[in-house]
């Protein structure tokens, strides 16, 4: 039976924006079961991005429960929500965030250099997810003399290295042409294939698509 790794239920948060109050989700509830690729789409302020950073452990509901790998994460510490997130989950950002002082190879191994595991096995498996993406010739290259696209497989690669049971990846295509993005999409669909949890979120339909399910926010509520 398939393991929950993603469970929401009754989730609001509210904001403060001064003496205003912005409800960014108004009491969503859902699952995701380990192995599933899903997207969550939405609008440009549908509450889609405030939904992301629960899954990523980058914030807490103002009520409401969120469960990550069946740990409840608003009664956790700030340190524990670190080690969860750095465990649990990687990382795919529209914009990349390669450090651009660093070469390719450099930044594939970040992730496991907070985990503190030895040089040479961060070198071993840092060749290894570059390889799965399709870019081992370019370990030596910078950030600045890759594509888009290259640079996007890049971030795959450091969101995969460490194994985590969720990647989740925000407008993934968002600044890549359209068969790059493809490519992109495809390159996602490989990594599920070997068990690990994709979730997506966009606002492009094209995208949604292309997911086994789609989870649609908007003003804060599923619809």
């Known amino acids: 039976m398939p393991m929950t790794v993603v469970e929401l239920e009754n989730v609001k948060k509210i904001y403060s924006m001064g003496d205003a109050e912005v409800h960014a989700l108004k009491g969503i509830s859902f699952k995701v079961e380990q192995g599933e690729f899903i997207s969550i789409m939405g609008p440009s302020g549908s509450g889609k991005s405030t939904c992301m950073n629960m899954i990523g452990c980058l914030d807490t509901p103002t009520s409401g429960i969120v469960k990550i790998d069946g740990k409840e994460t608003s009664r ?4 524990e929500l670190a080690v969860l997130r750095n465990k649990t989950i990687g990382f795919v950002f529209q914009q990349y965030h390669l450090i651009p002082s660093m070469t390719v190879i450099e930044n594939v191994m970040l992730p496991l250099k907070y985990k503190r595991t030895d040089r040479k ?9 570059l390889e799965k993406v399709g870019l081992s010739e370019r370990e030596n290259h910078r950030p600045n003399e890759l594509s888009g696209g290259q640079k996007q497989r890049v971030a795959i690669a450091r969101a995969i290295i460490a194994e985590p049971k969720i990647i989740l990846a925000d407008e993934p295509t968002g600044a890549l042409d359209t068969n790059t ?3 992109v999409m495809d390159l996602f669909h490989e990594i599920n294939k070997t068990g690990t949890t994709i979730i997506i979120v966009t606002h492009d339909p094209r995208i949604g698509e292309s997911t086994e399910r789609v989870i649609k926010i908007l003003d804060g509520l599923l619809c």
């Open 181 to 183: 993005g493809i490519q």
């Open 76 to 79: 956790m510490t700030e340190t």
């Open 121 to 129: 096995d961060r070198l071993a498996l840092a060749k290894a997810a």
